[in-house]
């Protein structure tokens, strides 16, 4: 803070700083330079989904599986989406599970019990969570309590709220169209097609993975054009078709197993629409670069003219808005709002941002790795209880898997540390 | 032959790429008080730091003795084992506990484990009667003033049986009072045998107190003066303090001197930590376009809170006094405010305040002027891309390319790094804090080109540095700042090292609240 601290005096003394760039954890694979760090993720993920598939005889990969791990943690996922941008700031949020719980209670007193229009009570319902997000905004960013505190407080207080709204017991059943939202499936709008041995399947569903590939193509290849434009260093174009080719591998082969069953899951479309938005969110817009700014040296961001409380409010406030979401949709698939809803939703949640290699201190994260994280996280659970391993032995891997995930994060951290 | 209790010999230190510390030599009489003066960066504190086992032995050359034996100290722990205690101006004190609690921290009154409060109480209450403090020594320290917990310090120091006690600037933080206390205390102590070595920039109390003064300079011992012997003036330490030759480190420059850009008036900032202290007393100051100007002032002198105070109040509580810009009242409230006003401001601390090191250069580069990159709140980033190329060719960054993470860079491309971030909000008026620390020669030059061209293109400049000769090479007008006060203001043609230096350590005579 002030030119008076003997620290200074010393740095002012001893001044240069070793100049060479070292690269710790690339790996180079032919003309691929890999950074392990940023992409270790996605390996894991592949080695994870392929050990499962071979001990489940390649039953984790049946239509109606993949299905089912969509749909039962669609609500984790969205979660973790709001929970990453709170993470890269350097905060963390405990409360998503109580919120979970009272959103979904309020939904379900105004569509149950009060019989309000369902847009209508979802509406409503988003709003309270985005006003939830707000209360924990305020203390967090205004008023300058540790966020650790602020959520761990409303982890407590929405949890109570739930059991006064509900009255200690769960209020449903649902409105059909939320509950569709929830657990359903894009209707075969067009009919199915044959697919030879692998049988029938939606033509809505492939021809929407067509319009997706197709949409990947042309946004990948114009920002290439743009940056060629601009003089930029792009991939070479082997690469580029290469990458382009097992993307839309990927989005065939999940859709096409997806079409083979009962066609698109509505949360699947969802949160595709959820993880579009806020991935540009976090990197084309100036608010997800202040995110990332506050979170990496929250006094530069300060002294660089972010608006650092205004930008941490808006974060709690977002977050409130998604555990709404959540919080309707979990509500939703079991068809009744119960008091113990939610339980435990905020450590799965925060579990898949670090897993999808957010730090711990902040400023680094990404949406696509918080859903990577969710998924791995997702496979263990569904793979392990496919092969029948009882509860205990699945926690037990999930908890060492959240540790090793953090310790190779700060490994390649200190490798990097002892370069600079 | 003198009795010396210390006796530091071709001590040389070097950091990688810098050479800290130059075949200094150091001796200490045993019983005297032991003034230690240079310029800022000098390398006073790193000759401190070897000297108690900070830098450990092995990491330096040279020899140590301390009371007739050669010393090898591992640590802090070892150096006071051998009756050495340093001080350091940021007071070690742990604030929620009491006197006696600190004096004996580390080192508890116990009796199997358990503490004994009456002997914890009764001893600091002894040795708080020895320094002078009058306080229950249950109080908590947070609950004094500095200038006592500056005396909490040295009883602390009394109980560890100190044979040589350093205090590294001890009178920066206190008032008149408190400092003329704190002197008459070392004398006592050196009437009882403690020798004392003091590091201090107020050569009113050097030539007061000591019995005789080391000046150090680039990392070198320049001369140790004896001041029974020699006649030794403040004039005499400010020449032994400054003496280098200003060679051709500077690019040439012709200033085109324009209209006034900003004007602070009566500027007054008070402390946060210590409400009733001004930092900066009554300033009064005025930068024009195409004018650099050098803001002089030793550590303390309250030069970096006068610049945060000024950028959209990033430091100091009770900040009173106007800006004006381009002639015209501003209110500047907040650093959005400050950058709306066409002010920047590069930090001193460019790792903790000035960059986001886990980021690379193009997202560091485009960090504050982020708004001028994006249109309703989307950022154009291949626009960012092209910017940050093009502050990478013409400011000379070296790194592979703008995707390049910022920590990894040396401290003179940072810094480039920091100015091209500022650069890009189109500033008037930029601030530049200690632009040259810790960066080599050959960056130094380049970044010394740089600001001439930024004041070339219209720019008003305010520099403000520890080294004199940088000011006198690259400013055109220099402001002194001492205590908090402008002291003085020389246009190039009169400022001299030595008139700076006296316009810096001139005291203020008014008494401080």
Redesign the interface.
């Known amino acids: 803070?002030?030119?008076?601290?003997?620290a200074?005096?010393?740095?002012?003394?001893?001044?240069?700083?070793?100049?060479e760039?070292?690269r710790p954890g690339r790996v180079s694979l032919g003309g691929l330079s890999l950074n392990l760090r940023s992409s270790g993720i996605y390996i894991a993920f592949a080695l994870i989904v392929a050990l499962f598939s071979v001990l489940t005889d390649g039953a984790l990969l049946t239509p109606q599986n993949i299905s089912n791990i969509i749909v039962q943690n669609s609500y984790i996922l969205i979660l973790a989406i709001g929970m990453i941008l709170v993470i890269i700031a350097g905060h963390i949020d405990l409360s998503v599970g109580s919120v979970v719980a009272v959103t979904g209670a309020i939904s379900a007193v105004l569509m149950v019990n009060m019989g309000v229009p369902w847009p209508l009570a979802l509406l409503i319902t988003v709003a309270a969570g985005a006003l939830i997000g707000a209360w924990q905004g305020y203390w967090v960013a205004y008023f300058g309590i540790p966020a650790f505190i602020v959520t761990l407080a409303g982890m407590l207080l929405f949890r109570a709220l739930t059991l006064t709204v509900l009255g200690n017991q769960g209020i449903g059943p649902f409105p059909d169209q939320v509950r569709t939202l929830a657990n359903g499936f894009t209707s075969g709008y067009l009919g199915n097609v044959g697919l030879g041995p692998l049988g029938g399947a939606d033509l809505f569903s492939l021809l929407v993975a067509l319009v997706a590939i197709a949409g990947m193509v042309v946004s990948q290849w114009r920002t290439r054009t743009?940056?060629a434009?601009?003089?930029?260093?792009v991939e070479p174009f082997a690469v580029f078709v290469v990458k382009m080719a097992a993307g839309a591998a990927l989005i065939l082969f999940l859709v096409v197993q997806l079409a083979r069953f009962k066609n698109l899951p509505w949360v699947l479309v969802l949160l595709a629409v959820l993880v579009l938005g806020y991935s540009l969110l976090a990197?084309?817009?100036?608010?997800g670069?202040?995110i990332?700014?506050i979170g990496?040296?929250l006094?530069?961001?300060?002294?660089?003219?972010?608006?650092v409380k205004k930008v941490v409010f808006w974060i709690f406030v977002n977050m409130g808005v998604l555990a709404a979401i959540a919080g309707v949709i979990f509500a939703g698939r079991l068809n009744q709002a119960g008091p113990t809803a939610g339980n435990m939703f905020e450590l799965d949640a925060i579990a898949a941002a670090f897993i999808g290699g957010a730090?711990v201190q902040g400023?680094?994260g990404k949406v696509v790795g918080a859903i990577t994280g969710g998924l791995i996280m997702a496979v263990i659970n569904n793979g392990m209880s496919l092969i029948g391993s009882p509860s205990e032995r699945v926690m037990l891997v999930k908890g060492l898997v959240l540790l090793a995930a953090v310790a190779f994060d700060v490994w390649t951290k200190r490798r990097?540390g002892a370069?600079? | 032959m003198t009795d010396h209790i210390l006796r530091m010999t071709g001590i040389t230190k070097t950091?990688?790429?810098?050479k800290?510390l130059q075949d200094v030599n150091l001796s200490v009489r045993r019983g005297e008080i032991h003034a230690i003066c240079g310029e800022?960066?000098?390398?006073?504190?790193?000759l401190m730091?070897v000297l108690s086992g900070v830098y450990p032995h092995g990491t330096y050359e040279g020899d140590i003795h301390f009371d007739g034996e050669r010393c090898a100290f591992g640590g802090i722990r070892d150096s006071e084992h051998a009756g050495i205690v340093i001080i350091?101006?940021?007071l070690a004190l742990s604030p929620q506990l009491s006197i006696a609690e600190n004096v004996f921290l580390g080192n508890e009154r116990a009796k199997r484990g358990v503490i004994d409060w009456n002997r914890t109480n009764y001893e600091a209450g002894l040795l708080m009667k020895r320094v002078g403090l009058r306080e229950n020594p249950t109080t908590v320290v947070s609950d004094i003033g500095v200038g006592k917990q500056q005396l909490v310090e040295i009883a602390k120091a009394l109980s560890k049986e100190v044979k040589l006690l350093i205090l590294?600037?001890p009178t920066?933080?206190l008032n008149d009072d408190d400092s003329a206390h704190l002197l008459d205390l070392l004398r006592g102590l050196r009437d009882e045998g403690i020798t004392c070595v003091i590091i201090s920039h107020k050569l009113n109390e050097v030539t007061a107190i000591a019995d005789s003064v080391t000046i150090i300079r680039d990392?070198r011992t320049i001369e140790t003066l004896d001041m029974a012997a020699d006649e030794v003036t403040e004039d005499r330490i400010i020449s032994g303090m400054v003496g280098r030759a200003l060679d051709n480190r500077f690019p040439p420059h012709e200033p085109k001197i324009g209209e006034e850009a900003l004007r602070i008036e009566d500027w007054t900032v008070h402390s946060p930590s210590q409400p009733g202290r001004k930092?900066v007393d009554g300033a009064s100051l005025t930068l024009r376009r195409g004018e650099i100007v050098g803001l002089a002032g030793l550590?303390?002198?309250g030069?970096?809170?006068l610049a945060?105070s000024v950028?959209?109040r990033?430091?100091g509580i009770n900040i009173s006094g106007k800006i004006f810009k381009n002639g015209r009242p501003v209110e500047i409230r907040?650093?959005?405010d400050?950058?709306r006003h066409g002010l920047a401001?590069a930090?001193?601390?460019r790792k903790?305040?000035?960059?986001?090191?886990?980021?690379d250069i193009k997202?560091n580069v485009?960090?504050?002027g982020?708004?001028g990159l994006?249109r309703r709140?989307?950022?154009n980033?291949?626009?960012e891309?092209?910017v940050a190329?093009r502050f990478h060719k013409s400011m000379n960054i070296k790194?592979?390319?703008v995707s390049?993470v910022v920590?990894?860079?040396?401290?003179g491309n940072q810094q480039k790094v920091v100015l091209s971030?500022w650069i890009l909000t189109e500033p008037d008026v930029l601030i530049l804090d200690?632009p040259t620390?810790?960066?080599?020669v050959g960056a130094k030059y380049e970044i010394y080109t740089i600001i001439n061209r930024l004041a070339d293109e219209g720019k008003a400049v305010l520099v403000i540095s520890?080294e004199l000769p940088e000011l006198l090479g690259l400013c055109d007008r220099v402001y002194a700042l001492s205590e908090g006060r402008i002291t003085g203001e020389l246009p190039r043609g009169e400022a001299t090292q030595e008139r700076l230096m006296q316009l810096m350590t001139q005291a203020t005579t008014t008494g401080q609240e």
């Open positions: 803070m002030s030119s008076t601290t003997p200074a005096v010393a740095a002012g003394a001893t001044g240069g700083e070793p100049e760039p070292k743009a940056r434009g601009y003089g930029q260093a990197n084309k817009t100036v608010f670069r202040q990332y700014a990496g040296n006094q530069a961001a300060v002294m660089s003219g972010v608006k730090a400023g680094v990097a370069a600079a | 950091f990688p790429g810098v800290a800022n960066g000098a390398g006073k504190s790193t730091k350091h101006q940021e590294d600037e920066a933080a990392g930092v550590m303390g002198a030069r970096t809170e945060m950028f959209g990033t430091y907040t650093v959005q400050a950058i401001y930090t001193e601390d903790r305040y000035g960059l986001n090191l886990i980021e997202r485009s960090a504050a982020l708004s994006s709140g989307w950022v980033e291949h626009e891309y092209a190329e790194a592979p390319s390049s920590g990894k860079l040396s401290g971030k200690e620390r810790g960066i080599d520890s």
